[in-house]
């Protein structure tokens, strides 16, 4: 395993300007700037042949190991904003998957593949076996696949609005099929960032976080620019076993954070998942929130989960699988 390091983005020009831009917009509020101030050092290590890119804040390895897990279509970037909130405490990475990010695309992907670099970069990073796993939406699924696997080297996992359905779940679509549609390429930049969507889709206040985001979404080909994801992972990827198998099998600590306006995440799926783990599980519902909540209410979310991994620094693990 092969680790080459920078002190700034992957495409250090184009970035560094938009993090320059976007951090000086009048309507993004101080916290927001003072976060992004922080910088993190890019990482790209390489794993079963797959470059794969991470962000890390913090090299005290004294401090335990928090990462970071964007959701399908998202990348790295989405937690850059979240990540130094954490630092008192943690070391942090944000993980850019495979197909995502400035990370490779691969022929085929599996839950057990992402899981894989998930570890690998914990690996290069020297976290020990009190590393937390936080994953949103599709990363949630991963995560939950990662504590599954991996237990033994993690301190626990926290899934953010990644519902996991009763096995009768009625499915409005089939949830095999690729919710990202194929990429197009745009003549500018500008034309690009414009077009810049949530997926799913939802309506977002904090529109200096949409552009942020947004502006780390877009890489620059030959013919303009086009969005970084692989637009056809969902055709090579392998589902694998059913989630609430996985749920249920989990041997170590798990937290659950959701968006309490969620349409992903009803109180039904709340109540289904609370049955399934136990009372020992916190569930923390942030209010005025939909599915992608960091980026909805991102200081509530912070104060939610500084909460939970504050208890579990304080408190002995209350988990009783059988």
Same mark, same amino acid.
């Given at each position: ?49 797959? &470059? /794969? ?6 090299? %005290?390895? *004294?401090? #335990?190991?928090?990462? +970071? ?109 690729? &919710? /990202? ?6 003549? %500018?930049? *500008?034309? #690009?960032?414009?077009? +810049? ?84 599980v916190p569930f923390a519902a942030i209010p005025e929130a939909q599915h992608h909540l960091f980026l909805d209410q ?25």
């Amino acid at each position: 395993m092969t680790d080459s390091t920078t002190d700034s983005t992957t495409d250090s020009t184009v970035d560094s300007s938009i993090d320059s831009s976007i951090d000086k917009k009048a309507d993004a509020p101080a916290w927001f700037k003072r976060s992004l101030a922080v910088q993190p050092v890019d990482h790209t290590i390489e794993v079963d042949g797959t &470059p /794969i890119h991470y962000l890390q804040w913090g090299d %005290d390895k *004294a401090k #335990a190991g928090v990462i +970071f897990v964007h959701g399908n279509g998202a990348h790295a970037h989405w937690w850059s904003f979240i990540a130094p909130f954490f630092l008192d405490h943690y070391r942090a990475i944000a993980i850019d998957l495979a197909g995502a990010g400035d990370s490779g695309n691969c022929e085929a992907y599996t839950p057990e593949g992402f899981s894989a670099q998930i570890m690998a970069v914990a690996e290069a990073a020297d976290f020990g076996t009190d590393t937390i796993i936080v994953g949103h939406s599709f990363g949630g699924y991963i995560t939950l696949k990662a504590g599954l696997l991996y237990h033994q080297r993690l301190g626990g996992i926290v899934l953010v609005d990644s519902a996991v359905r009763p096995p009768d779940f009625q499915w409005e679509r089939d949830p095999r099929s690729s &919710p /990202i549609k194929p990429k197009r390429i745009y003549a %500018d930049y *500008a034309s #690009a960032l414009a077009r +810049f969507r949530l997926m799913p889709p939802q309506p977002c206040d904090n529109q200096y976080i949409l552009d942020y985001i947004g502006s780390h979404s877009l890489k620059q080909v030959p013919d303009g620019w086009t969005w970084k994801f692989d637009d056809s992972m969902f055709s090579k990827f392998e589902f694998g076993t059913n989630q609430h198998e996985d749920l249920a099998a989990l041997k170590c600590r798990v937290g659950v954070i959701y968006g309490e306006d969620s349409y992903l995440f009803t109180q039904d799926i709340a109540d289904y998942m609370f049955k399934v783990l136990d009372e020992s599980v916190p569930f923390a519902a942030i209010p005025e929130a939909q599915h992608h909540l960091f980026l909805d209410q991102p200081l509530a979310f912070v104060s939610a989960l500084r909460t939970l991994l504050a208890e579990w620094r304080h408190s002995k693990p209350d988990r009783h699988v059988g």
